[in-house]
């Protein structure tokens, strides 16, 4: 290795072993840290790299400098393996898909094309504009009776529900992006699922203008999940909730549903960014940094499969369809 690669090497090997000190000591009361477990494991890649390097060359001094990083990486990586489980007849079962539009970059005839082709039960939008849910809204009039859509012109703030089974209750939770709940009937003999399509606002980023603050996506999550505790009924947060697994609100929202793609996921499950939006022939590649996209279930809800979907019609998000199903002898 070259002396500038030396060196620029262990300055990365410092920081990031820092980091995962940091984090274990302080959590995200740290800003730098709360950064860094936003960018998600990408952040942390580098690590498991330099630690092969070193480990082949025998440099013993760097290897012990970079073994922490990537260890770290190692128990962090949430690889899921688990099998699709078996879904058969007698459970009740139905299909939902979520997907971060990005406003005016998704291309609403490659979207209507990805909806027709996946043919989800349950579809949740976020950062629809109202072109799009125009577009949308009359291509489904039939396959999707039951709709609850809001937008704000050709803003990010609009969200939408498009559902095959009838729609009531539906309430706007006011955020910075907005969040949208609605109440899904027909889909249990004995009662109803509630379906959230949730856009909590991003932590960082020009959008804010406040530079990485994520006490602004954790207090609109404690409205989400002060909401989602009064439901009598099973329930379903789905959209893009923009954290990483890394960071505490994650945890936080693992401490009270499940995530579907730990219980029935393969691989990274990573959803962005979509290269796409810069040319279409990047679009659909392995490329991916983090996980922002998920879906989460109460009990009463079972994850039966899950997976990304290549096709991100334009956004910089890739859209998450999962088969859901009712616990055998409850639908």
């Known amino acids: 290795m070259g002396t500038a690669f030396r060196q620029t090497a262990d300055l990365y090997g410092i920081l990031a072993t820092a980091y995962v ?18 960018g998600g494991l990408a952040a942390l890649w580098p690590a498991l790299a330099l630690f092969w390097l070193a480990a082949a060359q025998r440099d013993r001094g760097r290897l012990v400098l970079y073994a922490l990083p990537a260890l770290d990486l190692l128990l962090q990586q949430n690889y899921w393996r ?5 879904f058969t007849p007698d459970r009740a079962g139905f299909s939902l898909l979520t997907f971060n539009l990005q406003g005016r970059a998704v291309k609403s005839d490659r979207l209507i094309a990805l909806m027709r082709e996946q043919r989800a039960d349950i579809v949740c939008l976020q950062e629809l504009t109202a072109s799009a849910a125009s577009a949308v809204s009359c291509s489904f009039r039939d396959e999707y009776p039951f709709r609850e859509v809001f937008t704000q012109g050709e803003t990010i703030h609009g969200c939408a529900i498009y559902s095959r089974f009838p729609l009531r209750g539906a309430e706007y939770l006011a955020g910075e992006h907005g969040h949208w709940r609605v109440l899904v009937d027909g889909l249990r003999s004995d009662g109803e699922v509630a379906v959230y399509s949730v856009h909590p606002s991003p932590p960082g980023g020009f959008r804010n203008r406040r530079g990485f603050a994520p006490l602004y996506r954790s207090r609109e999550l404690d409205v989400i999940l002060a909401r989602a505790e009064r439901e009598s009924v099973p329930v379903i947060l789905a959209g893009d909730f923009n954290f990483t697994e890394l960071s505490d609100d994650y945890r936080r929202m693992r401490q009270r549903f499940r995530d579907v793609f730990a219980d029935a996921g393969t691989g990274f499950g990573l959803t962005h960014p979509d290269l796409g939006m810069l ?24 994850a039966v499969s899950i997976r990304v979907l290549p096709e991100a019609c334009g956004s910089d998000h890739r859209p998450v369809i999962a088969k859901l199903a009712f616990p055998s002898g409850k639908g």
């Open 82 to 86: 688990q099998e699709a489980r078996p």
């Open 279 to 302: 040319h279409p022939r990047l679009g659909g590649t392995w490329f991916g940094l983090t996980r922002l996209d998920y879906i989460f279930v109460s009990e009463g809800v079972e």
């Open 21 to 38: 000190l940091i984090r274990l000591l302080s959590g995200e009361r740290f800003a730098p840290v709360a950064a860094i477990n936003h």
